[in-house]
């Protein structure tokens, strides 16, 4: 579903990612890890069309991203680590929105919503304003807004900032279950629990590149470590 | 912690210079170039107009002519000052950036009269810009001594002092009645909102009330023309004044031009007394300063305890993508009180012209006056503020209105939509609305000066190619040079680019007028068809870019 080939973005002389390849498959959940600065927003920007790599390619179901935007675009959603709206737009405003953008039939449109409010439990708060939202909230409606056109790639940048433990809850489980209908799944995070619990396979990021690809157990047999090894001690050892 | 303050201040304005320093410092000392420009303008205009006045008006109106200006103009600058600290002082009082770590000190105290000091501080510009080189053009003019000058520039300072303290004391008086009133009347809700409402609805009220006030003027009988056996006195004219503060002023102003030093202390005196009782007041309302900041903050819980009761319009987007933009845009500019209050605000200064305007239109009528000598000219300034505002609005809306989505980029940005229509969503919106507006301003001119159809025609066809050209090189310069250090759109406007717009646009606006000016006196119409194709040329050429330029944008 989602090929990066050996993506390069410069920032002025600042080599933020060097040489970076991976490949996610359909139904898949691709877990990066990795410190401050390492280079995991960039690369997801990067998918997202936010940011035009130095070099390399980006490929969504065999479609080059540089080449076709519009065509990739469609075919993603993406969950920001700072989900800022603008501040006099409400929830259930910016839910219409996005399908607007996203090409939704206008008679579906409507009938999502309370499907899409329902899954955080975000009835009676769809008419607040942005700017009233707590940091949760805020976070909750991104996501919902991220998966409102049926996406085939989801690109998440810290999934679970800010949410309560009820609510990361239900959108590891939303991961899970959208993973299964055969989505895949970018998952940037310093949340290493969650990054083992639904991940099929990590890579581990540091200074730009990619040190270590795999799942847990492989991951765990590159750092010599026990099979109980957590992703944590992986980590550490890794990166 | 004033020191403090003012060390953070200061840090604020250092760290601006730490990144693009080259581009940065030319841009400020561009900028200074052109203040000094702007006042040597001014002095000019005021030394050539308090000359005309000396030599060229009559013995017995000229004293009374001199106290009519003083007493206006005065009135018109402190009437800026209120509005726009009124404006700043809202949102520096209880909506500033990262003041909550300010308020969680021990210090809190203080932050009412640093808000004080801020808005002194920003409404100096006036005095710099225009105040000083009126001044200097006067002290010319009659020769008054170092001493006199001081006077003025003291009671100016004054001046500012006692419109600021009222403005901030009125804000705080009003925003803690309102909430004791929603405390006694549970169906009043108090929130932000609605206290930017109230406040908005006290100064239309107020411009209602001086707009009947100024349109009844009649400039003849106040001069006494009709009646050659009248006596004009300066009282005549005060008494038409009095009740504002800025008579004080005016009044000492008019001394020190009879020479009379001790007279002009007196109404200094009486100035100062003013001031004092204004600063009493802010020094009393200012300790309803934090309760009142406090329960702003509770605002937002409120608000989310009663449930799906936002009453009005939910924008549902509906059309195609380009008219979801559209309405994205016009959602976001309708709803953001800040915005409002500053377009209110540029809104009140062009209603001032259309006030001179409405008198003029009264006096011509009531007195039959015969003005075609003079009608092209007057049409001709009628453009030149109308296009300045246009320069203005742009400059304050249009030019920062891709750097001011820097935060928001990421939804435009991922989503399947092309960066062209990205661009048109908000060219659209921008270009109908400025044209809309610039129409209404420009009929309401047209029929003040009750011009011919072809003489309307000719301003508003030139009127409404400008607001074209100018929105649409605002807003490619905007997204071509994206301020990515901030998204104030005080800041971003004051960036090189920024300073680039402005002088090219007002440049073009004075093109316009002389093209119009050449219509309208010598029946030249190859200009106006020269300006209108030139510029159309321009506009194409810019939105046949647009593609790269939006390569170059925020959005990449």
């Known amino acids: 579903m989602l090929k990066v080939q050996k993506i390069t973005k410069l920032f002025g002389k600042k080599k933020a990612v060097n040489g970076v390849s991976f490949e996610i498959n359909k139904g898949e959940i691709f877990s990066l890890i990795g410190p401050n600065s390492s280079g995991k927003t960039t690369i997801v920007k990067t998918i997202t069309g936010l940011l035009r790599p130095t070099s390399g390619s980006v490929e969504i179901g065999g479609i080059d991203v540089a080449k076709f935007p519009e065509k990739t675009k469609a075919q993603v959603g993406y969950i920001p680590d700072e989900p800022t709206v603008w501040s006099y737009m409400t929830g259930e405003e910016f839910l219409y929105f996005t399908q607007a953008l996203f090409g939704v039939p206008e008679s579906k449109r409507k009938a999502n919503i309370p499907k899409l409010l329902k899954i955080f439990k975000l009835q009676g708060s769809e008419k607040d304003y942005f700017e009233d939202y707590s940091r949760g909230n805020r976070q909750k409606f991104s996501i919902v807004a991220a998966m409102s056109h049926d996406p085939k790639l989801l690109l998440i940048d810290e999934p679970i900032v800010g949410l309560d433990p009820t609510g990361a809850e239900i959108a590891k489980n939303i991961f899970l279950e959208y993973a299964k209908k055969g989505g895949s799944i970018l998952l940037v995070t310093h949340t290493l629990s969650v990054a083992q619990e639904i991940s099929n396979r990590i890579g581990i990021l540091k200074d730009g590149k990619l040190r270590a690809v795999g799942t847990l157990a492989e991951l765990r047999r590159k750092a010599g470590l026990a099979e109980s090894a957590s992703l944590e001690e992986v980590y550490m050892k890794l990166a | ?556």
């Not at chain 2, 029929?447 to 050209?469: D, E, P």
Request: hydrophobic residues 55%; aromatic residues 16%.
């Open chain 2, 1 to 556: 912690m004033l020191r403090l303050f003012l060390q953070f201040e200061l840090g604020k304005v250092k760290k601006y210079f730490k990144t693009n320093t080259t581009a940065k410092v030319i841009t400020a000392v561009l900028f200074l170039v052109v203040f000094v420009f702007l006042g040597m303008g001014i002095y000019g205009f005021f030394a050539s107009g308090f000359r005309y006045i000396y030599f060229g008006i009559e013995e017995e109106f000229k004293i009374p002519l001199f106290l009519f200006i003083y007493e206006t103009f005065l009135l018109i600058l402190a009437g800026v000052i209120v509005v726009s600290s009124m404006v700043s002082g809202v949102f520096n009082l209880f909506r500033g950036q990262n003041d909550a770590w300010f308020i969680g000190t021990p210090g809190y105290k203080i932050f009412p009269k640093l808000i004080f000091v801020k808005s002194l501080f920003v409404s100096i510009w006036p005095l710099i810009i225009i105040f000083l080189p009126v001044v200097l053009a006067f002290n010319k003019m009659y020769q008054l001594g170092f001493g006199s000058f001081l006077l003025i520039i003291f009671s100016v300072i004054l001046l500012l002092v006692l419109t600021n303290a009222i403005t901030l004391s009125l804000i705080v008086f009003i925003g803690y009645l309102y909430f004791l009133v929603s405390k006694i009347i549970t169906p009043v809700a108090f929130h932000f909102k609605g206290f930017v409402a109230i406040l908005l609805v006290t100064v239309i009220v107020n411009l209602v009330y001086v707009w009947k006030v100024v349109s009844q003027l009649d400039l003849v009988r106040i001069f006494k023309a009709d009646n050659a056996d009248a006596i004009i006195t300066t009282a005549n004219i005060g008494s038409y004044f009095e009740a504002f503060p800025t008579h004080s002023l005016a009044m000492e102003i008019l001394s020190l031009q009879r020479g009379n030093f001790n007279e002009a202390l007196t109404h200094a005196g009486n100035l100062t007394l003013i001031a004092l009782v204004a600063i009493i007041a802010w020094w009393l309302v200012s300790y309803l300063f934090y309760p009142l900041w406090q329960v702003f903050q509770e605002g937002n819980n409120k608000e989310t305890e009663k449930k799906n009761t936002r009453s009005g319009k939910v924008y549902q987007f509906q059309g195609s993508q380009l008219t979801a933009l559209f309405k994205k845009e016009s959602l976001i500019a309708s709803r953001n009180w800040k915005n409002v209050l500053w377009f209110s605000f540029l809104a009140c200064i062009w209603l001032v012209q259309i006030g001179v305007s409405v008198i003029m239109e009264h006096n011509i009528r009531r007195h039959e006056t015969d003005i075609s000598a003079t009608l092209a000219i007057l049409q001709t300034i009628q453009f030149v503020i109308a296009a300045y505002f246009i320069c203005a609005f742009t400059l304050r809306f249009v030019f920062p209105s891709f750097s001011i989505e820097k935060k928001t980029s990421w939804i435009l940005g991922t989503a399947p939509v092309s960066m062209t229509r990205l661009f048109f969503g908000k060219y659209f919106f921008y270009t109908s609305f400025f044209v809309l507006l610039g129409l209404v301003m420009n009929y309401i001119n047209v029929n003040v000066l009750n011009v011919s159809i072809t003489q309307a025609l000719y301003s508003t066809t030139l009127l409404v190619v400008t607001i074209v050209f100018v929105v649409t090189f605002g807003m490619i310069l905007g997204a071509l040079f994206p301020n990515k250090e901030s998204d104030d759109p005080g800041v971003i406007s004051t960036s090189m680019s920024g300073l680039f717009f402005t002088a090219s646009s007002l440049l073009y606006g004075g093109l316009g007028a002389w093209t119009l000016y050449q219509a309208l006196t010598k029946g030249e119409l190859v200009f106006i068809e020269a300006f209108v194709l030139f510029s159309l040329l321009l506009v194409a050429v810019m939105l046949s870019r647009v593609s790269y330029v939006m390569r170059r944008s925020i959005f990449d």
